[in-house]
């Protein structure tokens, strides 16, 4: 079944037409977050995005880019921060000591490089070890 190039057009523009709605519904009890979404709905944009892929430029979604200062450049950032705070200051140690115990083969080897981590005071010994597991060569 084909469909109609007018009833494509009516569905395109319908979903791609800006739209203003507030972000949530107002709480007289919530003055304070009422206050925060209403500032926050000012940072948001959404803008015509385009791909480029040789010397042609293809239309995207409209939504946001990494624009400095915008709220999703913000909420990027903070994220960046988040996950860069997780970072294992023994990685190192880590990765030398596998390193020396390699290759790993057999369960018995992947044993006992955990238990050479462990003894190290790295990481704990997992208390279950699947030797059907892909890591293991399955």
Do not use: C
């Amino acid at each position: 079944m084909k469909i109609p190039t007018f009833v494509m057009t009516l569905v395109f523009t319908l979903a791609f037409t800006p739209t203003s709605a507030t972000l949530s519904i107002p709480s007289a009890n919530d003055t304070e977050r009422a206050a925060t979404v209403n500032a926050t709905s000012y940072e948001i944009a959404n803008v015509a995005r385009q791909f480029l892929v040789g010397d042609t430029y293809y239309p995207l979604n409209p939504g946001p880019v990494r624009t400095i200062p915008s709220l999703y450049y913000t909420t990027l950032m903070s994220q960046v921060a988040a996950v860069s705070a997780l970072e294992n200051p023994n990685a190192s140690a880590i990765d030398a000591t596998l390193q020396a115990l390699g290759p790993y083969k057999s369960l018995e080897s992947f044993k006992a490089g955990y238990d050479a981590l462990e003894s190290a005071g790295l990481i704990d010994t997992p208390q279950a070890f699947d030797n059907s597991d892909e890591n293991f060569g399955a």
